[in-house]
Protein backbone atom coordinates (compact mmCIF):
# COMPACT_ATOMS: atom_id res chain seq x y z
CA UNK A 1 0.00 0.00 0.00
CA UNK A 2 2.68 2.60 -1.28
CA UNK A 3 2.45 5.17 -3.43
CA UNK A 4 5.75 5.23 -6.10
CA UNK A 5 7.02 8.38 -7.20
CA UNK A 6 5.68 10.35 -10.21
CA UNK A 7 2.38 9.23 -9.21
CA UNK A 8 1.12 11.90 -8.01
CA UNK A 9 1.21 15.78 -9.04
CA UNK A 10 3.88 18.22 -7.72
CA UNK A 11 1.33 19.92 -6.13
CA UNK A 12 0.10 16.69 -4.02
CA UNK A 13 3.01 15.42 -3.13
CA UNK A 14 4.53 19.22 -1.49
CA UNK A 15 0.73 19.76 0.12
CA UNK A 16 0.84 15.97 1.90
CA UNK A 17 4.68 16.08 2.48
CA UNK A 18 4.22 20.32 4.52
CA UNK A 19 1.07 18.29 6.29
CA UNK A 20 3.10 14.98 7.19
CA UNK A 21 5.94 17.16 8.61
CA UNK A 22 3.68 19.78 10.72
CA UNK A 23 1.97 16.80 12.02
CA UNK A 24 5.32 14.36 12.43
CA UNK A 25 7.25 17.57 14.44
CA UNK A 26 3.76 18.35 16.55
CA UNK A 27 3.81 15.02 18.09
CA UNK A 28 7.51 14.67 18.38
CA UNK A 29 7.70 17.54 20.39
CA UNK A 30 5.49 16.05 22.67
CA UNK A 31 7.00 12.70 22.53
CA UNK A 32 8.92 10.96 25.54
CA UNK A 33 12.53 10.16 25.10
CA UNK A 34 12.00 7.01 27.53
CA UNK A 35 9.70 6.10 24.48
CA UNK A 36 12.00 6.06 22.06
CA UNK A 37 13.21 2.24 22.54
CA UNK A 38 8.96 1.47 22.36
CA UNK A 39 8.48 3.54 19.18
CA UNK A 40 11.87 2.16 17.23
CA UNK A 41 10.75 -1.94 18.04
CA UNK A 42 7.20 -0.69 16.53
CA UNK A 43 8.85 1.00 13.56
CA UNK A 44 10.79 -2.32 12.86
CA UNK A 45 8.15 -4.63 13.30
CA UNK A 46 6.08 -1.77 10.97
CA UNK A 47 9.22 -1.95 8.16
CA UNK A 48 9.39 -5.86 8.20
CA UNK A 49 5.54 -6.62 7.86
CA UNK A 50 5.81 -4.37 4.87
CA UNK A 51 7.87 -5.49 2.74
CA UNK A 52 6.69 -9.10 2.76
CA UNK A 53 3.77 -8.95 -0.55
CA UNK A 54 1.46 -10.91 -2.23
CA UNK A 55 0.40 -9.87 -5.53
CA UNK A 56 -2.89 -9.59 -6.58
CA UNK A 57 -3.58 -7.95 -10.11
CA UNK A 58 -2.55 -4.76 -10.43
CA UNK A 59 -2.14 -4.24 -6.74
CA UNK A 60 -0.22 -6.39 -4.22
CA UNK A 61 -0.92 -6.86 -0.46
CA UNK A 62 0.96 -6.83 2.51
CA UNK A 63 0.72 -6.74 6.19
CA UNK A 64 0.85 -2.89 7.63
CA UNK A 65 0.58 -3.46 11.18
CA UNK A 66 -0.46 0.16 10.83
CA UNK A 67 -3.16 -0.15 13.46
CA UNK A 68 -0.93 -2.53 15.90
CA UNK A 69 1.27 0.67 16.19
CA UNK A 70 -1.31 2.72 16.40
CA UNK A 71 -2.58 0.66 19.53
CA UNK A 72 1.01 0.51 21.12
CA UNK A 73 2.49 3.60 20.18
CA UNK A 74 -0.46 6.38 20.32
CA UNK A 75 0.71 9.24 18.33
CA UNK A 76 3.94 8.58 18.38
CA UNK A 77 3.09 5.74 15.59
CA UNK A 78 2.63 8.58 12.98
CA UNK A 79 6.08 9.70 12.87
CA UNK A 80 7.19 6.28 13.86
CA UNK A 81 5.72 4.72 10.41
CA UNK A 82 7.04 8.16 8.48
CA UNK A 83 10.72 6.54 9.32
CA UNK A 84 9.70 3.32 8.44
CA UNK A 85 8.20 4.71 4.78
CA UNK A 86 11.70 6.62 4.44
CA UNK A 87 14.06 3.51 5.16
CA UNK A 88 11.73 1.47 2.70
CA UNK A 89 12.26 4.36 0.16
CA UNK A 90 15.75 4.34 0.23
CA UNK A 91 16.64 1.28 1.27
CA UNK A 92 14.38 -1.18 -1.14
CA UNK A 93 12.43 2.09 -3.69
CA UNK A 94 9.18 0.20 -2.29
CA UNK A 95 7.04 3.69 -2.26
CA UNK A 96 8.90 6.73 -3.02
CA UNK A 97 10.59 10.15 -1.77
CA UNK A 98 8.17 12.24 -3.38
CA UNK A 99 5.25 10.48 -2.15
CA UNK A 100 6.31 9.72 1.74
CA UNK A 101 4.20 12.61 2.64
CA UNK A 102 1.18 10.82 1.23
CA UNK A 103 2.62 7.40 2.02
CA UNK A 104 2.72 8.64 5.70
CA UNK A 105 -1.12 9.99 5.84
CA UNK A 106 -2.32 6.74 4.28
CA UNK A 107 -0.95 4.70 7.13
CA UNK A 108 -0.02 7.21 9.76
CA UNK A 109 -3.57 8.84 10.10
CA UNK A 110 -5.62 5.44 10.74
CA UNK A 111 -2.93 4.53 13.39
CA UNK A 112 -3.99 7.40 15.57
CA UNK A 113 -7.68 6.33 14.73
CA UNK A 114 -7.09 2.93 15.86
CA UNK A 115 -5.18 4.28 18.90
CA UNK A 116 -8.29 6.29 19.85
CA UNK A 117 -10.49 2.73 18.61
CA UNK A 118 -8.33 1.21 21.42
CA UNK A 119 -8.48 3.95 24.38
CA UNK A 120 -12.09 3.03 24.65
CA UNK A 121 -10.85 -0.08 26.92
CA UNK A 122 -11.50 1.88 29.58
CA UNK A 123 -14.69 2.02 29.49
CA UNK A 124 -14.68 -1.68 29.81
CA UNK A 125 -11.77 -2.33 31.98
CA UNK A 126 -11.18 -5.84 33.26
CA UNK A 127 -13.47 -6.95 30.43
CA UNK A 128 -11.68 -9.42 28.28
CA UNK A 129 -14.03 -9.83 25.44
CA UNK A 130 -13.99 -6.03 25.05
CA UNK A 131 -10.17 -5.87 24.91
CA UNK A 132 -10.34 -8.06 22.17
CA UNK A 133 -12.71 -6.63 20.57
CA UNK A 134 -11.05 -3.33 20.78
CA UNK A 135 -7.86 -4.88 19.74
CA UNK A 136 -9.15 -6.57 16.32
CA UNK A 137 -11.06 -3.44 15.15
CA UNK A 138 -7.69 -1.40 16.27
CA UNK A 139 -5.99 -3.79 13.81
CA UNK A 140 -8.60 -3.93 11.08
CA UNK A 141 -9.94 -0.36 10.94
CA UNK A 142 -6.80 0.44 10.23
CA UNK A 143 -6.62 -0.99 7.52
CA UNK A 144 -9.59 -0.75 6.02
CA UNK A 145 -8.71 3.16 6.16
CA UNK A 146 -5.71 2.92 4.60
CA UNK A 147 -6.94 1.27 1.93
CA UNK A 148 -9.99 3.91 1.46
CA UNK A 149 -7.28 6.88 1.81
CA UNK A 150 -4.59 5.73 -0.85
CA UNK A 151 -7.95 4.90 -3.15
CA UNK A 152 -9.26 8.23 -2.78
CA UNK A 153 -5.93 9.50 -3.75
CA UNK A 154 -5.10 7.62 -6.30
CA UNK A 155 -8.57 8.50 -7.73
CA UNK A 156 -7.67 12.14 -7.21
CA UNK A 157 -4.44 11.76 -9.55
CA UNK A 158 -6.33 10.76 -12.20
CA UNK A 159 -9.27 9.09 -13.48
CA UNK A 160 -7.25 6.34 -15.19
CA UNK A 161 -6.10 5.07 -11.18
CA UNK A 162 -9.85 4.57 -10.62
CA UNK A 163 -9.67 0.77 -11.53
CA UNK A 164 -6.65 -0.47 -9.46
CA UNK A 165 -8.25 2.13 -6.40
CA UNK A 166 -11.36 -0.48 -6.81
CA UNK A 167 -8.80 -3.43 -6.60
CA UNK A 168 -6.56 -1.83 -4.21
CA UNK A 169 -9.77 -1.65 -1.71
CA UNK A 170 -10.94 -4.72 -2.65
CA UNK A 171 -8.29 -6.68 -1.78
CA UNK A 172 -7.17 -5.56 1.72
CA UNK A 173 -10.75 -6.54 3.46
CA UNK A 174 -8.95 -9.52 3.81
CA UNK A 175 -5.80 -8.01 5.36
CA UNK A 176 -7.99 -6.50 7.45
CA UNK A 177 -9.40 -9.19 9.16
CA UNK A 178 -5.79 -10.96 9.06
CA UNK A 179 -4.32 -7.68 10.58
CA UNK A 180 -7.30 -7.83 13.13
CA UNK A 181 -6.83 -11.14 14.58
CA UNK A 182 -2.68 -10.51 14.79
CA UNK A 183 -3.42 -7.53 16.60
CA UNK A 184 -5.58 -9.37 18.97
CA UNK A 185 -3.00 -12.04 19.84
CA UNK A 186 0.10 -9.40 19.94
CA UNK A 187 -2.14 -7.17 22.38
CA UNK A 188 -2.99 -9.61 24.45
CA UNK A 189 0.34 -11.12 24.56
CA UNK A 190 1.58 -7.86 25.69
CA UNK A 191 -1.01 -7.63 28.52
CA UNK A 192 -0.04 -10.88 30.03
CA UNK A 193 3.83 -9.87 29.84
CA UNK A 194 4.61 -6.42 30.04
CA UNK A 195 1.25 -4.64 30.28
CA UNK A 196 2.34 -1.13 30.50
CA UNK A 197 2.90 -1.26 26.76
CA UNK A 198 -0.40 -1.30 25.73
CA UNK A 199 -1.79 1.60 28.46
Known amino acids: MHISDGVLSGQVCASTAVATAVIAGLVLKKTDRKDIPKIAVMTAAFFVASLLHIRLGPASVHLLLNGLVGVVLGLAAFPAIMIALLFQAVMFQHGGITTLGANTLIMGLPAIVSWGIFQLKGKFSG ?14 VAILLSGGLMALVLVLAGSEFITTAKVIVAA ?28
Open 127 to 140: SNSALRILSFMGGS
Open 172 to 199: HIPVALVEGVITVLVVEFFVKVKPELVQ
